[in-house]
């Protein structure tokens, strides 16, 4: 009995069908690492926003004030300036990394919107420096906290008044030598998918009067 073999149509058909399914799967995988590209980016930023926020909350809630203040000599000033769009203040926690450094556990920091030197577009920076001074809003080393952020807005919760301020200034009369109970953050991010959402946070300050340092 004899054995048919393949006809060149079969062959040529064949070869066809298996460069169609090859060309499917090619666009599949294409496709599919694709998909896991933009999940991982959209990932990594949430992770980054997640973390900044929590850094902001973290270190407004060790805000302070001193009692203390040599009028005719002065050499630092412990003050908390907030605005709606910046916010300066002192606070403690900071860690001295290196051996026999001439710094505290004081600092200044500072968060504003401003230009992120990688990107070239508008960002959330964080300004801080080991040592208070008497310029709150001056000096220090400034870097990139969270990029691609459109809005910044903070406000200030007064226990006294019982309302949210736009504003606070612990040198000014109505909210002289005291700090805010609560500090609201409320960011406004472009995500990697072109859409703006809004984040927001509190940070309740834990020591709210003068302390005796």
Known sequence: MMRRGFSM????????????????????LSSSMDVKEAVEETSDQYHLIRQSMSRMVREISLAYLSAHRNALEPK??????????????????HVV??????????QEIAYFLGEDERSGKQALMRRQQANPDLEIEEGGRVQTLCPRVNDLIFSYWDSVTEDWKEEWDTEES????????????EMKVLMEDGTEQLFMTQSKILMTKPLRL
């Not at 630092?76 to 926690?93: C, H, K, M, P, T």
């Not at 990394?97 to 004081?106: E, G, L, P, T, V």
């Not at 109505?174 to 953050?185: E, H």
């Open 97 to 106: 990394r290196k051996i026999n450094a001439k710094q505290s556990d004081q």
């Open 174 to 185: 109505a909210t002289l030598n005291r700090l805010p109970d609560r500090v609201r953050i």
């Open 76 to 93: 630092v000033n412990i003050q908390f300036r907030g605005e709606s769009s910046q916010l300066d203040f002192v606070a403690v926690g």
């Open 9 to 28: 149509l079969e062959i040529l058909i064949a070869a066809g069908l298996m460069g169609i399914m090859g060309a499917l799967m090619v666009t599949s």
